[in-house]
């Protein structure tokens, strides 16, 4: 998906030949800092904190979209969400629109509202966070993306939980935020379903780094496949205080 970017004798060729060529763009390996996984992980810990506690109050638009394949029958649904995040956790759900199945509309999208909605204390988040205590990471090394740098880290749960998942994330070089994650929940939330693949996009939106895009793709032990993708838009936040200048160096969680 991120070709790395590699020199060639072609391209020296080609830069002798037709001058003025444009600098090589450096390797992956060169463009991250030299860092153990330990200090890399110890960073992202740190600035997920540091951005926690300094993301203020946001509006934004959510687009969620369910098509089921398979027994009984095919179904379909959309609904569109306004919502509101007051720091330093509360989420308010306010639905535009829906279209489509009722029963996914009503047992699928309303459920996950008022799940993501009970998520949000300080117990659950404690539990779900990103770090060692609730994972094993495995530094995969160094990719260029289109964001620029970033460390590849496989993750593993250290708890069979339905709430978190085992498989692979990218970290941004510069700002130790998750660009982007693929992978498996750790423990299968229902006898129905044989296997989910999720893949979690996010965006950086002012300072921070918000969701943009997931995409879960579901096969049901009888046979069905669901698609259900939920895209974020709109983000609109308040004045925030600017974050302080991270560095590359290991800190550990404060």
């Known amino acids: 998906m991120r070709p790395q970017l590699t020199r060639t004798g072609l391209l020296v060729l080609a830069c002798a030949v037709l001058l003025p060529c444009a600098a090589a763009q450096p390797s992956p390996a060169s463009a991250c800092p030299r860092l153990t996984s330990d200090e890399i992980v110890q960073n992202l810990v740190r600035r997920n904190l540091d951005r926690s506690r300094a993301l203020p109050a946001f509006r934004s638009t959510r687009i969620y979209r369910i098509d089921y394949r398979g027994f009984p029958g095919s179904r379909s649904a959309e609904m569109i969400v306004d919502m509101q995040y007051s720091p330093p956790g509360t989420k308010a759900f306010s639905i535009r629109s829906q279209t489509g199945s ?4 009503d047992r699928v999208f309303k459920k996950l509202l008022e799940a993501e909605t009970e998520a ?33 880290f496989a993750v593993e749960p250290k708890l069979p939980s339905k709430f978190l998942y085992r498989g692979k994330i990218l970290v941004d070089a510069r ?4 660009t982007r994650m693929t992978g498996e929940p750790a ?6 379903i044989r296997q989910t ?11 921070f780094w918000l969701p943009t895009h997931n995409h879960s793709a579901t096969t049901v032990r009888l046979g069905g496949h669901a698609d259900f993708t939920i895209d974020y838009k709109d983000y609109q936040l308040s004045a925030a205080a600017p ?12």
Do not use: H
């Open 197 to 207: 693949q999720i893949e979690q996009v996010y965006g950086k939106v002012d300072q």
């Open 102 to 105: 009722k029963l996914i509309i």
């Open 175 to 178: 700002d130790f935020a998750v």
């Open 243 to 254: 974050l302080a200048a991270g560095d590359s160096r290991a800190s550990g969680p404060r």
């Open 187 to 192: 423990k299968n939330p229902s006898f129905w």
């Open 120 to 152: 949000s204390d300080a117990e659950n988040q404690k539990r779900t966070a990103l770090n060692a205590e609730n994972y094993t990471f495995t530094l995969l090394g160094c990719e260029m993306v289109p964001q620029g740098a970033a460390y590849g």
